[in-house]
Nanobody, 118 residues
Framework: QVQLVESGGGLVQPGGSLRLSCEASGISFSLYRMGWYRQAPGKQRELVAYITGGGSPSYAEYVDGRFTISRDNAKNTVYLQMNSLKPEDTAIYSC????????????WGQGTQVTVSS
């Protein structure tokens, strides 16, 4: 059974930082491109960042150097370090796993709430 379990969300003031974690089980983690997506109320889900099995990251333009995605294949975990948070970063952040060789193998976590407010 595949599970993606996110943690690390919460309430933070503008300008603050949070680190999200997503621990995967039931998959060969290093074969998966891991991504973070977010969905704000009333908006469509959008990509935040992803990282390949080999560790190459890619970011959405709006991240603008504020976020860093990383992974630890030994721990089956992907991280999203978020700095200089803005109120518009408020959303549910979800972890995604895409097998790099079999397109149909795609999994989602339940999501974790991030709220940026004073």
């Amino acid at each position: 059974q595949v599970q993606l379990v996110e943690s690390g969300g919460g309430l933070v003031q503008p300008g603050g930082s949070l680190r999200l974690s997503c621990e995967a089980s039931g998959i060969s983690f290093s074969l998966y491109r891991m991504g973070w997506y977010r969905q704000a109320p009333g908006k469509q889900r959008e990509l935040v960042a992803y990282i390949t099995g080999g560790g190459s990251p890619s970011y959405a333009e709006y991240v603008d150097g504020r976020f860093t995605i990383s992974r630890d294949n030994a721990k089956n975990t992907v991280y999203l370090q978020m700095n200089s948070l803005k109120p518009e970063d408020t959303a549910i952040y979800s972890c995604n796993a895409n097998n790099q060789f079999v397109a149909s193998l795609r999994f989602w976590g339940q999501g974790t709430q991030v709220t940026v407010s004073s």
